[in-house]
């Protein structure tokens, strides 16, 4: 018999990859041309060449023994150092090898710090609507996770919220930006007032509150966005990359955590968290694309694929009367649905072989999530679908 731990994820299961299951099978009925999947944030965008090119040159040429085999639970020295150096020159920071671990991805990252900073009882409040497995990553180390509300409609965040929410036993506040779901990205007048709600909080209540930062769509945002790089605002904070967009790589699980100097107890947290590293059963980040990270600090993928498919999808849907914020950044549309239950407009989309998440996936019922980061034939053939689909629901009403 499992445990009851498991047990209650089970109930908790992923919708986003139950959908995408759902899609292979329609896929496997119609072919796969005729079903739209905008299911799962899978990057259409092939690697940078770069990747391929190193990725031969390091089996070429590398001493196989050294290039395949362990190394310092925290990461390659090397490598570590090519991420901080990359990260100064981009954001002005001074970080080094030290501040630097090389994960499995940064649901790897994410799981690494939460063992390493939650005791049983602490609460992690996270900002609706949310990814989802941040409930169970918080739940598997006996954290309590505390949602709170945005702002309606632009899902900026409700300061007041917010700081009611801080309390004795917060230990931790996540934040995404660029956003999944919504793709809204956190202005620099954003993070400096979450900053300053978290310092008073600190001060009121004498207790170091950490600020984590999720950031795989850093990399992907559009007309002329900028990210604020959030350790520069607010000294307790921490971050969670991925490579898994920026360089198109999800399947090769690779990415790091930076854990400041300025950081409360900096040192002891990276001393847990290269131990949690280990006894979590990642040990380290994979060898060789640890390497390739090193060799392909500065390739990117071509965001103009994106943001063709932004603009197309974003166009078309608004002509067809549904309502939805222009994203700034990811590849996701989160859109409100026409139907109050968002459900029923997800079932009645699969009769025409249109797969969307739904909003009660991000904890927020009432819209749906599509990811863009499709082939652009794949929008464009699902145009008169979701015009079919939009007569459906008028002909509700």
């Known amino acids: 018999m499992i445990s009851k731990k498991m047990a ?14 759902e899609g ?5 009925e119609y072919g796969s041309d005729n079903v739209y999947d905008f299911s799962l944030g899978n990057p ?10 190193a990725i031969i040159d390091l089996i070429e040429n590398e001493d196989p023994v050294l290039l395949h085999g362990y190394m310092s639970n925290q990461g390659f020295e090397d490598v570590r150092e090519v991420v901080a150096n990359s990260l100064n020159k981009k954001h002005g ?37 949310y990814f989802l497995e941040y409930g169970n990553y918080v739940r598997n180390y006996d954290g309590v996770l505390v949602e709170v ?28 930006s660029p956003h999944n779901p919504t793709g809204v990205v956190y202005s620099e007048d954003t993070i400096v007032k979450i900053a300053e709600v978290l310092r008073a909080k600190e001060s009121e209540l004498n207790k170091t509150i950490y600020l984590i930062s999720d950031e795989p769509y850093r990399e ?34 690779i990415g790091y955590l930076v854990i400041p100097d300025e950081a409360s107890c900096s040192e002891d947290i990276m001393g847990a968290a290269t131990i949690a590293n280990r006894i979590m059963g990642f040990v380290n980040a994979p060898s060789l694309i640890q390497r390739v990270i090193g060799k392909c600090i500065d390739a990117a993928v071509d965001l103009d694929f994106y943001d063709v498919n932004r603009k197309l999808l974003y166009n078309r849907l608004k002509e067809l009367g549904l309502e939805c914020v222009l994203p700034q950044g990811a590849f996701y549309l989160f859109v409100k649905s026409p139907i109050e239950d968002e459900r029923i407009f997800i079932e009645m989309g699969k009769q025409h072989n249109i797969l969307m998440v739904p909003g009660s996936a991000f904890s927020a019922p009432g819209y749906v999530r599509l990811a863009y980061c499709v082939s652009k034939a794949c929008i464009e053939n699902s145009l008169p679908a979701f015009a079919s689909l939009m007569e459906d629901v008028k002909n509700l009403r």
């Open 8 to 21: 209650s994820f089970l109930g908790k299961s992923s919708l986003i990859r139950a959908m995408f299951e």
């Open 149 to 176: 509300d945005t702002l309606k409609d632009s899902f900026m965040p409700d300061y007041d919220a917010l700081k009611s929410a801080i309390n004795d036993k917060t230990k931790a506040v996540i934040i995404n």
């Open 44 to 53: 259409n965008v092939p690697a940078p060449i770069e990747v391929n090119r």
């Open 220 to 253: 992907l945002v559009y007309d002329g966005v900028e990210v604020p790089y959030l350790t520069k605002y607010y000294d307790d904070t921490i971050v969670a990359y991925s490579y898994s967009k920026s360089l198109s790589l999800p399947g090769e699980r």
């Open 24 to 28: 292979k099978k329609l896929k496997a």
């Open 93 to 129: 920071t001074s970080f080094t090898s030290n501040n630097i671990l090389m994960t499995v991805g940064a649901a790897a990252g994410l799981n690494i710090i939460f063992k390493t900073l939650l005791d049983p009882g602490d609460e992690v409040i996270v900002l609706k609507p």
